[in-house]
């Protein structure tokens, strides 16, 4: 069992990470992934996310204890961008690998769901008019509560 | 000394990420702050962690030398 | 609308289908992808998947226009092998891209859901025992049932 | 001439993936093959399709000069 969660202070390339992931689990019939990443054309000009060192990665890796213990994986990636990027720098990629396509796909749709809202990150952005803190949404509660 | 951290836009309220502080009750090392950054630091959604572990309430905290407190706003949705 | 549908009849590196086709897609804020391949250590020495190219195609074809009304995409792909093939081998790689998540998500369960069971291929895997036809699956129908 | 393609299993029955034949009646065209393949070939769970058209039954067809009728075994699952 496979278990990567990193930070990546800087640019990071989620076609070779995808590859590096995919090589580690051979016995994985299907790997699920989901790229989220600074979209192009919203008027975004500069994404920052700050994060708190002695938290933020404990989060994440606590989470992912928790997906790896809840489904049948071969592998769990979260790998989560902090630091100020521009239009279309991926922010998260996060990936799992399992015998059982519908287990890749809970998996990773479980993780997307708990860091969106769960995640000790402050995200903030800057537009023509300047830079705005991105608020909670209630939204978020809602994904989570998907999972009981 | 110990330690104050800001996060989210609270560090942009204090103007700084992290502030050394001089031990002590935490009542008393919030009166020396700015008031509206007092103010900000007791909202009731902001989290307090002591040396990262979440704190489940803040009364009666007092910081000892080399201690970290972190405030931590909501954090941002999707 | 990017609609991106292929049948690949040699070998194909999934992390560059993914990479260019993330590049067509700048409007999406999220990409959810499927690679499904074959096992490494489940003893298949080849897997041989024949189709029938009146249908095969245009099959897979109205499958992604289907998704693609279905749903708000910025873009689908569809790729799959045919062939023999020998471990380790990517088979099929389904993308869906945008600002949602959770219609990614959809998207992508939705066409492997149907890819699984209504698709014009034929399977055969080769192990120690010789080849042998991969049959039906009744739960191939309870999967595209999940979409009423 | 007309033309028979075999799917899946089936090809393997018949031992190619295509065959030509003489244009005419189904029920004709299936009388001149081995008894073993006519019988798999017209099996209830096998799709026919005429010139990459699913039919909706075999019953009557007759295959014309440059026809292709394709049978159709069950796809394989997941």
Redesign the interface.
């Known amino acids: 069992m496979v278990i990567d969660v990193r930070l990546a202070d800087g640019p990071f390339d989620p076609a070779a990470e995808l590859a590096r992931f995919t090589a580690a689990v051979p016995a994985a019939g299907g790997i699920v992934s989901f790229l989220g990443k600074v979209r192009g054309d919203a008027g975004v000009l500069a994404l920052e996310i700050r994060h708190y060192a002695p938290m933020t990665l404990p989060g994440f890796r606590a989470l992912a204890d928790t997906a790896a213990r809840r489904w049948p994986l071969d592998g769990l990636l979260l790998l989560h961008r902090v630091g100020e990027m521009g239009p279309d720098a991926p922010i998260v990629l996060v990936a799992a690998a399992s015998r059982h396509r519908r287990v890749a796909f809970a998996a990773t749709d479980f993780v997307m769901d708990h860091l969106k809202g769960d995640s000790w990150l402050w995200k903030r952005e800057r537009t023509a008019a300047g830079w705005r803190w991105i608020e909670p949404r209630d939204e978020d509660h809602g994904d989570r509560a998907r999972w009981g | 000394m110990a330690r104050l951290?800001f996060?989210?836009?609270l560090?942009d309220l204090a103007g700084t990420a992290e502030m050394a502080v001089t031990p002590g009750p935490l009542d008393q090392v919030l009166a020396a702050l700015p008031r509206d950054l007092a103010v900000a630091l007791l909202d009731d959604r902001v989290r307090l962690?002591l040396?990262?572990q979440?704190l489940a309430e803040s009364g009666g905290i007092a910081l000892g030398a080399g201690d970290?407190l972190?405030f931590?706003?909501?954090?941002?949705?999707?």
Request: proline share 11%.
């Open positions: 951290v996060l989210g836009r560090e962690a040396n990262g979440i970290e972190a931590l706003p909501p954090v941002s949705g999707g």
